[in-house]
């Protein structure tokens, strides 16, 4: 027998709960609806060692520093809650 599909009112609910549960985590929220949210997470840069390193080498290392900064990876998740109030992720 199939669950009774939940109101769009319920289905928000469970995705604000789900979308906070990934803000705890670290996850931003990219976008939102009613219910679909695309959370984003970036990849954290070690600043303590690179200052270290760009002390030690006089700047050079900075360049590496540099480049890291502007191309950090980032992860990205679609949250989607289901008619039955199952959260899927993409």
């Known amino acids: 027998m199939t669950d009774p599909a939940l109101t769009d009112s319920q289905r928000s609910d469970i995705l ?16 939102i609806s009613n219910t679909q949210a695309v959370m984003v997470k ?13 002390l030690i080498t006089a700047g050079i290392w900075l360049i590496f520093v ?16 289901t008619e039955q109030g199952k959260v899927e992720t993409r």
């Open 42 to 54: 970036t990849k954290r840069i070690g600043w303590f060692w690179n200052l270290i390193l760009t």
């Open 66 to 81: 540099i480049y890291r900064a502007l191309n950090r990876k980032t992860k990205r998740v679609v949250l989607f809650v």
């Open 16 to 31: 604000s709960r789900t979308v906070a549960d990934y803000a705890r985590k670290g996850w931003a929220t990219e976008s």
